[in-house]
T-cell receptor, first 115, second 114 residues
Framework: GAGVSQSPSNKVTEKGKDVELRCDPI?????LYWYRQSLGQGLEFLIY????????KSGLPSDRFSAERTGGSVSTLTIQRTQQEDSAVYLC?????????????FGQGTRLTVV | SQQGEEDPQALSIQEGENATMNCSYK?????LQWYRQNSGRGLVHLIL?????REKHSGRLRVTLDTSKKSSSLLITASRAADTASYFCATAVDRGSTLGRLYFGRGTQLTVWP
């Protein structure tokens, strides 16, 4: 595709429900990142996939959060038993091999609101 | 913890003036990148400077990198109202299990008044 695509754009869910956020990276990009941004704040790193290497999950805030990347392409971020503090914009980005100094391309994000 | 930190947190200037934003980081990097964000959604890449470079230009943007001080600056010359946005620096670490991971700072909110 032309860019990184995220869906849905907006998601309102009730506290305690599970949600899935999807990211379609740019074709051929080996690196994929998930970040979270609360209102007026910086980007909080969540998880990083690079090729066939084990993902860097060190940023996931709790075991309610998980992510997978199928076939080295599409990624899904799952939040179980959502809490109000999970409300934020979830941003996905993809890149060619980062060690070769390529920039990251971001999707428009999913705004998650937990009520 | 995130390693990039921008300074100042907010900057307000008049059109035509120059805007300078600074970024400090903690560990060895492969490159440093600057991004722009409008309206709290997707970020757009502006410029990348490699660890062996000291200065880079792109249009009205000038980026410097001082690896001895672990700092970078972004200069926007002759600013325009359309430059109003949040600006973030991101560092790509160069070693270990986090190779390639991008760390972002909290950003500088730039407001350019017409």
């Amino acid at each position: 595709g032309a860019g990184v695509s995220q869906s849905p754009s907006n998601k309102v869910t009730e506290k305690g429900k599970d949600v899935e956020l999807r990211c379609d990276p740019i074709s051929g990009h080996t690196a994929l990142y998930w970040y979270r941004q609360s209102l007026g704040q910086g980007l909080e790193f969540l998880i990083y996939f690079q090729g066939n290497s084990a993902p860097d999950k060190s940023g996931l805030p709790s075991d309610r959060f998980s992510a997978e990347r199928t076939g080295g392409s599409v990624s899904t971020l799952t939040i179980q038993r959502t809490q109000q503090e999970d409300s934020a914009v979830y941003l996905c980005a993809s890149s060619l091999a980062p060690r070769d100094n390529y920039e990251a391309f971001f999707g428009q994000g999913t705004r998650l609101t937990v009520v | 913890s995130q390693q990039g930190e921008e300074d100042p947190q907010a900057l307000s200037i008049q059109e035509g003036e120059n805007a300078t934003m600074n970024c400090s980081y903690k560990t060895s990097i492969n490159n440093l990148q600057w991004y722009r964000q409008n309206s709290g959604r997707g970020l757009v890449h502006l410029i990348l400077i490699r660890s062996n470079e000291r200065e880079k230009h792109s249009g009205r943007l000038r980026v410097t990198l001082d690896t001895s001080k672990k700092s970078s600056s972004l200069l926007i010359t002759a600013s325009r109202a359309a430059d109003t946005a949040s600006y973030f620096c991101a560092t790509a670490v160069d070693r270990g299990s986090t190779l390639g991971r991008l760390y972002f700072g909290r950003g500088t909110q730039l407001t350019v008044w017409p």
